[in-house]
């Protein structure tokens, strides 16, 4: 049976689940960020284990909502209820083994997430980008043949439509207009994640068409912004992105992850 972990071949799996796909080796977008970064950042991210905040949970929340089929796999509502008290003890002990290994929320959380879900499905654009799809929450794997080592690449996409060949990504913004999503996109580099998704399909010999950003905000009126980088401004990160992964590449053959310069640098202000 060819795994993840089994070849080197590109991969194509729906429906792969969330911890398998963490598991699986390869190099992911999240983890390329950090190496630009610096690589010592990179080394340093690997060793840490950061317990999930509340936004990161609420966000975890509201992809499953979205995207799963059955989203009482991924997520449990907890009531608020008297841990000092016999009933809420033994309520607390109950949820706690009938929802191991789920994301949980607070019912006001999940009210939120019924009302980003309307939002959602009113904005034309957006609600049509995630009916279209064929495939959704989707791991693509695939080798990147550089010297002096090749590196194993992997990416779990949000939404894939085959027959467009056209991707989209959700997210959760504090700010989802057009400005407010123009500096996400530069303090997150979200243009990484579209070059690398979308090369990882095209090794996948999958047709690659627009990639679309679907940014939420999480208050009301819990507005919706549908986004696609312009083809003039992924020319410089396309570049960045391959001298990136040539220079990972390099770091693990003489196993040195710098961090900053060692030299004075002079900055211009």
Same mark, same amino acid.
């Given at each position: /049976?060819?795994?993840?972990?089994?070849?080197?071949?590109? $991969?194509?799996?729906?429906?792969?689940?969330?911890?398998? +796909?963490?598991?699986?080796?390869?190099?992911? !977008?999240?983890? @390329?960020?950090?190496?630009?970064?610096?690589?010592?950042? +990179? @080394?340093?991210? $690997?060793?840490?284990?950061?317990?999930?905040?509340?936004?990161m949970s609420f966000g975890s929340a509201y992809h499953a909502?979205? $995207?799963?089929?059955?989203?009482?796999?991924?997520?449990?509502?907890?009531?608020?209820?008297?841990?000092?008290?016999?009933?809420?003890? $033994?309520?607390?002990?109950?949820?706690?083994?009938?929802?191991?290994?789920?994301?949980?929320?607070?019912?006001?959380?999940?009210?939120? #997430?019924?009302? /980003?879900?309307?939002?959602?499905?009113?904005?034309?654009?957006?609600?049509? #980008?995630?009916? =279209?799809?064929?495939? =959704?929450?989707?791991?693509?794997?695939?080798?990147?043949?550089?010297?002096? *080592?090749?590196? =194993?690449?992997?990416? /779990?996409?949000?939404? +894939?439509?085959?027959?467009?060949?056209?991707?989209?990504?959700?997210?959760?913004?504090?700010?989802?207009?057009?400005?407010?999503?123009?500096?996400?996109?530069?303090? =997150?580099?979200?243009?990484i994640q579209q070059i690398h998704y979308k090369w990882l @399909?095209?090794?996948?010999?999958?047709?690659?068409?627009?990639?679309?950003?679907?940014? !939420?905000?999480?208050?009301?009126? *819990?507005?919706?912004?549908?986004? /696609?980088?312009?083809?003039?401004?992924?020319?410089?990160?396309?570049?960045?992105?391959?001298?990136? @992964?040539?220079?990972?590449?390099?770091?693990? !053959?003489?196993?040195? +992850?710098?961090?900053?310069?060692?030299?004075?640098?002079?900055?211009?202000?």
């Open positions: /049976m060819t795994t993840p972990n089994s070849t080197t071949e590109p $991969l194509f799996i729906d429906g792969m689940p969330d911890s398998d +796909y963490r598991n699986a080796f390869g190099l992911a !977008q999240s983890s @390329l960020k950090h190496f630009m970064v610096s690589p010592a950042h +990179y @080394l340093a991210s $690997l060793e840490e284990k950061k317990e999930p905040t509340k936004a909502h979205v $995207l799963a089929q059955d989203h009482s796999k991924h997520y449990a509502v907890k009531e608020k209820v008297d841990g000092r008290s016999k009933e809420g003890k $033994l309520y607390n002990e109950q949820f706690a083994i009938d929802n191991a290994g789920k994301i949980i929320i607070d019912k006001e959380e999940h009210e939120t #997430l019924l009302k /980003m879900q309307d939002a959602l499905h009113s904005h034309e654009v957006a609600s049509s #980008l995630i009916n =279209r799809a064929t495939h =959704r929450e989707v791991a693509v794997f695939a080798t990147y043949k550089t010297a002096p *080592f090749s590196i =194993r690449l992997k990416g /779990m996409i949000d939404g +894939y439509d085959s027959e467009s060949g056209n991707i989209f990504d959700l997210k959760t913004a504090e700010d989802a207009s057009p400005n407010g999503f123009r500096k996400a996109i530069w303090d =997150r580099r979200y243009d @399909l095209n090794e996948n010999c999958k047709p690659v068409g627009n990639f679309y950003f679907i940014a !939420q905000e999480k208050i009301a009126p *819990f507005a919706v912004g549908v986004y /696609m980088i312009s083809a003039n401004s992924i020319l410089k990160s396309i570049e960045h992105w391959c001298s990136t @992964l040539e220079r990972f590449s390099w770091c693990q !053959q003489s196993g040195n +992850y710098p961090a900053y310069s060692e030299e004075v640098i002079e900055i211009n202000i």
